[in-house]
């Protein structure tokens, strides 16, 4: 018989594993599982949170009740710097076009038919100076941009057969007068202008460049109107 029976060795008690899973973030940050509290937050205090919020409120309020009244005016100012930096253009047509002479076959209307392959042409006594198109719209408009197709255009060869447009006065009926330099060349080409409530626009043509093969209609294949907005 042992003089010292064996004793059983006390169980040592299961590690308590937290019914609370790790997340990826403790392992990418070296987050310790006993760095984490296991019990919720305390709930928040409402009424602290809302004294932190009035100072905010109220300036708020301020700003509103400062710039209320002044927002149209605000939005008209922001509109207006809109146009001028960045404008958007849109075509408009003229209700009636007018020529001071013309050819039977190359009527007035042929320089605002939205075909370039048609084209008004003269029938002064001169090679086009002095000659010129009226353009009347159907309402006041604001005229940004002016294009042009210059020439005969009904075909390539037509291009120098007659004098080309080369400086054009532009007058509308509020009294505001421009004089545009259009290039010779068939491809189409636009200038930019500033016409406020037209509805009348008067082109003269002041200068021409002469026709290497002789003729003396000078020719404009077509106009075109654009507003700005």
Not at 53 to 70: Q, T
Request: hydrophobic share 40%.
């Amino acid at each position: 018989m042992a003089l010292h029976p064996e004793r059983e060795e006390p169980a040592l008690p299961a590690p308590m594993v937290s019914s609370r899973r790790r997340r990826w973030w403790w392992w990418l940050f070296g987050r310790r599982r006993d760095d984490v509290a296991d019990t919720p937050a305390p709930p928040p205090d409402t009424r602290s949170q809302l004294r932190s919020a009035l100072p905010v409120v109220a300036v708020l309020g301020l700003i509103l009740a400062v710039l209320g009244p002044c927002r149209s005016e605000i939005a008209s100012r922001i509109e207006a710097a809109r146009k001028r930096v960045a404008p958007q253009f849109e075509n408009v047509h003229p209700a009636r076009v007018e020529a001071s002479t013309a050819l039977p076959d190359h009527p007035a209307e042929a320089a605002a038919d939205g075909a370039p392959n048609t084209y008004w042409a003269e029938g002064g006594p001169t090679s086009g100076e002095g000659e010129g198109l009226v353009f009347t719209f159907d309402r006041p408009v604001d005229i940004g941009r002016i294009g042009f197709y210059n020439g005969a255009q009904t075909k390539p060869q037509d291009f120098l057969a007659q004098p080309r447009p080369r400086a054009i006065r532009v007058v509308s009926d509020t009294g505001e007068t421009v004089v545009l330099t259009l290039k010779d060349e068939a491809a189409f080409q636009d200038h930019r202008l500033d016409l406020r409530s037209v509805e009348t626009v008067t082109m003269l043509v002041t200068s021409v460049y002469p026709s290497p093969q002789g003729g003396t209609a000078a020719s404009l294949g077509e106009v075109e109107f654009f507003t700005r907005r």
